[in-house]
C-alpha cells in the first residue's frame, strides 16, 4: 500500500507539471476531462457525473472502482487515455510519450468533444443517436444514390453511351462465344438482345453461377464500393463466365477540375466536392484480381472534345446525367463569381482555336470466372524453345 501510495503520489506532480494550468471549474452535473490523444488519431472523450472519486476506493463506490482500474490498465500498457478529473482530487495518470492534453473545461466543451468523437469513428451526422446498432463503424458514402438517380432521369442526351456501347460491342465481338444468358449492370440501353437489366445499387439483384457474361456499363464511377460490385458480379458467373467493364476513368474532366478548385479557392477560400473521384486504369486493373478472376485484362480510349466555354460543357454534363452526385457536395447554391472565375481560367489554360478542350477517358475492365478449362501458365523454366530463336535474332546475354 506503501508502494502505491508512493507511485500515485508521483504521477499526480508529473501531471501537475505537464499541465500547468489551474483546475477547471466545475459545471452543472459535468466535470472537465483531461483528454490524452495519441498523435494522428480522433480524441476519445467520456461523461461523468460530477462527484468525488477519492484516490484509493471505498467499498461499494463504483466510479472510483472503474477510475482505478482504468488508471492501472493505462499505466501497464501505455495507451491514451480518458483521465476523470475531479476538484481537489490527488491521483492523476501521466500522458504516454506520443500523447498530448487537450482540456474540455466545461458542459458545451464535454459534449461537443463527446459527438466528435463519435461521429468521426461511426461516419454519424451531427444530432443522429448512438445506439447499439450504428456503433459499428460504416465507410462513408461516396455518391447520394437519389441526386444519381434524379440526374440520369434528366438525361436527354446518349453521346457518352454511344462511344461506350460501340466500344463494348467491338471488344465482345472478338470472343469466339456465343452469350446465352447475360446480365447488363446499370442504366444501360438495349445492348444485348434478350439480357437482364438490374440497377447498380450497393447489393446487387443477383443470383450465384447464373449467367455467362456479366456487364457493368457506365456505373462504376460511382459505385460506393467499386471492388464490391465486381466481386458480386463475379459470383453471379457460371464457371469461365465473362465480366466486362466499362467506365469513366480518372483522367475525365481533368481540365474542369483544375480550373474548378483553382477559381473556388480563389473566390471562396475553399474547396467543396464536385467532380467524383474517378480511378486510375493501374488501380482498377488490380481490382480484376482482388475479385479472383482469372486473364484480367485492362485498356482505355480517351475521346477530346471541345466546348464555346465552360458553361456550355458543364450544361451538356446534365444532359449526360453525369453532374454531381456526391453525398458531400455543397448543398447551396455556387456564388456566381464562382462559375465566371472558372470559365476565364479553363480559357486560358485550355484552350485551342479559340474553344476550349475537355477530355473523356473510357476505363475497359475484363475478366474470366475461374475455371478447370481455362489456359494456364506453365511452371517457370519449363520452356521448350527459345525466345531469340522464335524472333529470328541472336542473344545478347547480360553482363555479370
Same mark, same amino acid.
Given at each position: 500500500? +506503501?508502494?502505491?501510495?508512493?507511485?500515485?503520489?508521483? #504521477?499526480?506532480?508529473?501531471?501537475?507539471?505537464?499541465?500547468? +494550468?489551474?483546475?477547471?471549474?466545475?459545471?452543472?452535473?459535468?466535470?472537465?476531462?483531461?483528454?490524452?490523444?495519441?498523435?494522428?488519431?480522433?480524441?476519445?472523450?467520456? =461523461?461523468?457525473?460530477?462527484? @468525488?472519486?477519492?484516490?484509493?476506493?471505498?467499498?461499494? /463506490?463504483?466510479?472510483?472502482?472503474?477510475?482505478?482500474?482504468?488508471?492501472?490498465?493505462?499505466?501497464?500498457?501505455?495507451?491514451?487515455?480518458?483521465i476523470?478529473?475531479?476538484?481537489?482530487?490527488?491521483?492523476?495518470?501521466?500522458? &504516454?510519450?506520443?500523447?498530448k492534453?487537450?482540456?474540455?473545461?466545461d &458542459?458545451?466543451?464535454?459534449?461537443?468533444?463527446?459527438?466528435?468523437?463519435?461521429?468521426?469513428?461511426?461516419? $454519424?451526422?451531427?444530432?443522429?443517436?448512438?445506439?447499439?446498432?450504428?456503433?459499428?463503424?460504416?465507410?462513408?458514402?461516396l455518391?447520394d444514390r437519389?441526386?444519381?438517380?434524379?440526374?440520369?432521369? @434528366?438525361?436527354?442526351?446518349?453521346f457518352?453511351?454511344?462511344?461506350?456501347?460501340?466500344?463494348?460491342?467491338?471488344?465482345?465481338?472478338?470472343?469466339?462465344? &456465343?452469350?446465352?444468358?447475360? $446480365?447488363i449492370?446499370?442504366?444501360?440501353? %438495349?445492348?444485348?438482345?434478350?439480357?437482364?437489366?438490374?440497377?447498380?445499387? /450497393?447489393?446487387?439483384?443477383?443470383?450465384?453461377?447464373?449467367?455467362?457474361?456479366?456487364?457493368?456499363?457506365?456505373?462504376?464511377?460511382?459505385?460506393?464500393?467499386?471492388?464490391?460490385q465486381?466481386?458480386?458480379?463475379?459470383?453471379?458467373?457460371?464457371?469461365?463466365?465473362?465480366? +466486362?467493364?466499362?467506365?469513366?476513368?480518372?483522367?475525365?474532366?481533368?481540365?474542369?477540375?483544375?480550373?474548378?478548385?483553382?477559381?473556388?479557392? %480563389?473566390?471562396?477560400?475553399? #474547396?467543396?466536392?464536385?467532380?467524383?473521384?474517378?480511378?486510375?486504369?493501374?488501380? #482498377?486493373?488490380?481490382?480484376?484480381?482482388?475479385?479472383? $478472376?482469372? #486473364?484480367?485484362?485492362? /485498356?482505355n480510349?480517351?475521346?477530346r472534345?471541345?466546348?464555346?466555354?465552360?458553361?456550355?460543357?458543364?450544361?451538356?454534363?446534365?444532359?449526360?446525367?453525369?453532374?454531381?452526385?456526391?453525398?458531400?457536395?455543397?448543398? @447551396?447554391?455556387?456564388?456566381?463569381?464562382?462559375f465566371?472565375?472558372?470559365? %476565364?481560367?479553363?480559357?486560358?489554360?485550355?484552350? %485551342?482555336?479559340?474553344?476550349?478542350?475537355?477530355?473523356f477517358?473510357?476505363?475497359?475492365?475484363?475478366?474470366?470466372?475461374?475455371?478447370?478449362?481455362?489456359?494456364?501458365p506453365?511452371?517457370?523454366?519449363?520452356?521448350?524453345?527459345? =525466345?531469340a530463336?522464335?524472333?529470328?535474332?541472336?542473344e545478347?546475354?547480360?553482363?555479370?
Amino acid at each position: 500500500m +506503501q508502494r502505491y501510495r508512493r507511485d500515485h503520489d508521483i #504521477l499526480a506532480q508529473n501531471i501537475a507539471r505537464r499541465l500547468r +494550468q489551474p483546475p477547471p471549474r466545475r459545471a452543472h452535473n459535468i466535470v472537465a476531462i483531461p483528454v490524452f490523444q495519441r498523435q494522428h488519431q480522433s480524441a476519445p472523450s467520456i =461523461l461523468i457525473q460530477k462527484r @468525488r472519486t477519492p484516490l484509493r476506493p471505498r467499498p461499494r /463506490d463504483t466510479h472510483a472502482i472503474v477510475t482505478l482500474i482504468t488508471a492501472l490498465y493505462i499505466a501497464t500498457h501505455r495507451h491514451a487515455a480518458d483521465i476523470t478529473y475531479v476538484a481537489r482530487d490527488k491521483g492523476r495518470i501521466a500522458p &504516454t510519450c506520443a500523447a498530448k492534453p487537450v482540456i474540455a473545461c466545461d &458542459t458545451n466543451a464535454a459534449r461537443q468533444t463527446f459527438g466528435r468523437k463519435h461521429r468521426m469513428q461511426q461516419g $454519424l451526422k451531427p444530432g443522429a443517436m448512438h445506439n447499439k446498432t450504428n456503433r459499428m463503424q460504416t465507410p462513408p458514402l461516396l455518391t447520394d444514390r437519389s441526386a444519381l438517380i434524379a440526374n440520369r432521369c @434528366r438525361a436527354s442526351d446518349n453521346f457518352l453511351v454511344d462511344i461506350a456501347r460501340e466500344e463494348t460491342l467491338d471488344r465482345l465481338s472478338l470472343v469466339n462465344r &456465343t452469350f446465352t444468358k447475360p $446480365l447488363i449492370i446499370g442504366p444501360a440501353p %438495349e445492348i444485348i438482345p434478350n439480357a437482364k437489366h438490374i440497377e447498380d445499387s /450497393d447489393t446487387l439483384d443477383v443470383s450465384e453461377r447464373d449467367h455467362d457474361l456479366a456487364l457493368h456499363f457506365m456505373a462504376l464511377h460511382w459505385a460506393n464500393d467499386p471492388v464490391g460490385q465486381i466481386i458480386q458480379s463475379a459470383r453471379a458467373l457460371k464457371p469461365d463466365g465473362l465480366f +466486362q467493364a466499362v467506365f469513366l476513368g480518372g483522367q475525365t474532366l481533368n481540365e474542369l477540375r483544375t480550373s474548378l478548385a483553382q477559381a473556388e479557392s %480563389e473566390v471562396t477560400g475553399g #474547396l467543396s466536392p464536385r467532380i467524383a473521384p474517378m480511378g486510375e486504369i493501374r488501380d #482498377l486493373g488490380a481490382l480484376l484480381q482482388r475479385a479472383s $478472376l482469372a #486473364l484480367p485484362v485492362a /485498356d482505355n480510349i480517351t475521346i477530346r472534345t471541345s466546348y464555346k466555354d465552360a458553361y456550355h460543357l458543364m450544361h451538356d454534363l446534365r444532359r449526360f446525367g453525369e453532374a454531381n452526385a456526391l453525398n458531400a457536395r455543397l448543398r @447551396r447554391p455556387t456564388r456566381r463569381t464562382v462559375f465566371q472565375r472558372c470559365a %476565364e481560367i479553363y480559357e486560358k489554360n485550355f484552350a %485551342e482555336d479559340g474553344k476550349i478542350i475537355a477530355t473523356f477517358e473510357f476505363l475497359f475492365l475484363a475478366g474470366w470466372a475461374p475455371s478447370a478449362d481455362q489456359p494456364k501458365p506453365l511452371r517457370p523454366g519449363s520452356a521448350t524453345s527459345r =525466345l531469340a530463336d522464335a524472333l529470328k535474332t541472336t542473344e545478347k546475354p547480360l553482363r555479370d
